[in-house]
């Protein structure tokens, strides 16, 4: 194992086993190394590494803390990831995506409130009266975040926002180029509130299944088509 890594371990180890806590500040650096039993050049590169997935905040004339470890924060390395992705692997995320999101449907059904239920029908009342495809795709994704967030698991929300980014470019095509899009997706938007509302878990996954199956779907028909 190469030096950097080792101090990365031992790092981990730290905070796994509960010597460092979210928010905790690092010991010095030459009595971190000290400790660890590593050249301080490999603690400085450990830091360096981990503090690129946000696993350390590494605040200038301060010090080096532990993040809060949130998954919102954690996952934002996965983001970066996706992003660089175009559309020759999206189906791979829509696919993906279809796995996860009728699961977050079916426990937002489980579990979201009233308050919640009046933001997707205040969401589906807005992309009804609206005409732009810019906010259009806006209440969309607002749509599905809040669903995601209903779930009450932060971090199947955190995977399905870091997949977003290129399933967006397909559903964005999509309602520019196909007739009646933005009429099929309030519908499909409106059976699948609908389910949530009246706590049907089952029913919520499958207009979930649905919905998100049709871009890929259509996808799919879009590149067979395709010189």
């Known amino acids: 194992m190469a030096l950097t890594d080792e101090a990365i371990v031992r ?3 730290m905070i796994m086993n509960g010597q460092l806590h979210p928010g905790d500040r690092l010991p010095r650096e030459p009595d971190l190394a ?22 350390l905040d590494v605040r200038q004339g ?13 996952l934002d390395a996965l983001t970066f990831v996706v992003d660089f992705h175009q559309d020759d692997s999206v189906l791979h995320f829509l696919a993906v ?15 979201i409130g009233p308050e919640k239920v009046a933001e997707l029908r205040l969401l589906l009342t807005q992309a009804g009266d609206e005409s732009d495809p810019d906010k259009l795709h806006e209440l969309d994704l607002r749509f599905h975040r809040l669903i995601a967030a209903s779930s ?18 397909a559903r964005i095509w999509r309602g520019l180029t196909e007739t009646g ?24 996954e499958a207009a979930m299944l649905l919905h998100v ?3 890929e779907t259509w996808l799919r028909k879009v590149q067979e088509a395709a010189p």
Request: proline letters at 4%; hydrophobic letters at 40%.
């Open 11 to 13: 790092i981990k180890d």
């Open 34 to 55: 000290l400790q660890l039993g590593l050249s301080r050049n490999s603690l400085r590169e450990a830091v360096k590494a981990l503090s690129l997935i946000n696993i």
């Open 62 to 74: 301060d010090g080096t803390y532990v993040t809060s470890l949130g998954p919102e924060l954690l």
């Open 97 to 111: 995506r279809r796995i996860l999101e009728p699961a977050a449907a079916g426990m937002a059904a489980e579990r």
């Open 152 to 169: 009450g698991n932060p971090v199947l929300g955190s995977l399905l926002e870091g997949l977003s980014a290129p399933t967006n470019r």
């Open 181 to 204: 899009a933005h009429e099929r997706t309030l519908r499909e938007h409106t059976a699948i509130v609908d389910a949530i509302e009246h706590g049907n878990a089952d029913v919520a």
């Open 213 to 215: 199956s049709g871009v």
